[in-house]
Protein backbone atom coordinates (compact mmCIF):
# COMPACT_ATOMS: atom_id res chain seq x y z
CA UNK A 1 0.00 0.00 0.00
CA UNK A 2 2.52 2.42 0.80
CA UNK A 3 4.79 1.49 -2.47
CA UNK A 4 1.32 2.45 -4.17
CA UNK A 5 0.76 5.97 -2.71
CA UNK A 6 4.94 6.62 -3.19
CA UNK A 7 4.25 5.50 -7.16
CA UNK A 8 1.36 7.89 -7.72
CA UNK A 9 3.81 10.68 -7.36
CA UNK A 10 1.73 13.43 -5.28
CA UNK A 11 2.31 13.69 -1.48
CA UNK A 12 -1.34 14.44 -0.83
CA UNK A 13 -1.86 10.71 -2.80
CA UNK A 14 0.85 9.56 -0.80
CA UNK A 15 -0.63 11.01 2.41
CA UNK A 16 -3.90 9.17 1.93
CA UNK A 17 -2.39 5.41 1.35
CA UNK A 18 0.04 6.18 4.29
CA UNK A 19 -3.33 6.69 6.13
CA UNK A 20 -4.33 3.27 4.76
CA UNK A 21 -1.41 1.76 5.53
CA UNK A 22 -1.77 2.95 8.85
CA UNK A 23 -5.63 1.53 9.33
CA UNK A 24 -4.27 -2.36 7.89
CA UNK A 25 -1.32 -2.38 10.18
CA UNK A 26 -3.89 -1.42 13.35
CA UNK A 27 -6.05 -4.18 11.69
CA UNK A 28 -3.26 -6.77 11.68
CA UNK A 29 -2.62 -5.81 15.34
CA UNK A 30 -6.07 -6.20 16.15
CA UNK A 31 -5.99 -9.73 14.36
CA UNK A 32 -2.48 -10.76 16.45
CA UNK A 33 -4.67 -9.35 19.83
CA UNK A 34 -7.17 -12.72 18.66
CA UNK A 35 -4.62 -14.58 17.68
CA UNK A 36 -3.21 -14.74 20.96
CA UNK A 37 -6.23 -14.89 23.08
CA UNK A 38 -7.05 -18.26 20.96
CA UNK A 39 -3.77 -19.21 21.54
CA UNK A 40 -2.75 -19.62 17.90
CA UNK A 41 0.42 -18.76 18.33
CA UNK A 42 3.61 -19.43 20.54
CA UNK A 43 4.07 -16.86 23.00
CA UNK A 44 7.83 -16.55 21.20
CA UNK A 45 6.17 -15.77 17.87
CA UNK A 46 3.45 -13.45 19.43
CA UNK A 47 6.11 -11.35 20.25
CA UNK A 48 8.39 -11.25 17.46
CA UNK A 49 4.89 -10.71 16.07
CA UNK A 50 3.47 -7.82 17.54
CA UNK A 51 7.24 -6.03 17.80
CA UNK A 52 7.15 -5.98 14.05
CA UNK A 53 3.63 -4.55 13.86
CA UNK A 54 4.64 -1.82 16.84
CA UNK A 55 7.84 -1.24 14.59
CA UNK A 56 5.87 -0.94 11.32
CA UNK A 57 3.17 1.20 12.71
CA UNK A 58 5.67 3.64 14.04
CA UNK A 59 7.74 3.52 11.31
CA UNK A 60 4.52 4.37 9.23
CA UNK A 61 3.37 6.88 11.47
CA UNK A 62 6.13 8.75 11.33
CA UNK A 63 6.74 8.85 7.99
CA UNK A 64 3.09 10.22 7.53
CA UNK A 65 3.87 12.90 9.98
CA UNK A 66 6.78 14.13 8.06
CA UNK A 67 5.01 14.10 4.57
CA UNK A 68 1.93 15.87 6.41
CA UNK A 69 4.38 18.28 7.99
CA UNK A 70 6.14 18.78 4.36
CA UNK A 71 2.31 19.55 2.70
CA UNK A 72 1.65 22.12 5.82
CA UNK A 73 5.09 23.96 5.13
CA UNK A 74 5.24 23.87 1.25
CA UNK A 75 8.09 22.05 1.21
CA UNK A 76 7.93 19.41 -2.10
CA UNK A 77 10.11 16.14 -1.50
CA UNK A 78 12.79 15.53 -4.27
CA UNK A 79 11.38 12.72 -6.74
CA UNK A 80 14.85 10.52 -6.58
CA UNK A 81 14.05 8.55 -9.93
CA UNK A 82 13.81 11.46 -11.89
CA UNK A 83 17.37 12.71 -10.20
CA UNK A 84 18.98 9.83 -11.03
CA UNK A 85 17.73 9.22 -14.21
CA UNK A 86 16.26 5.87 -13.27
Known sequence: MIAEGFARY???????????ARG???EVQSHLLTGAAR?????SDLERAET????????TTNLLKSK????GH????????TQTGK
Open 10 to 20: TDREFVRYLRM
Open 24 to 26: ELA
Open 39 to 43: NYFSP
Open 52 to 59: LADRAMGT
Open 68 to 71: LWQL
Open 74 to 81: GVRARNTR
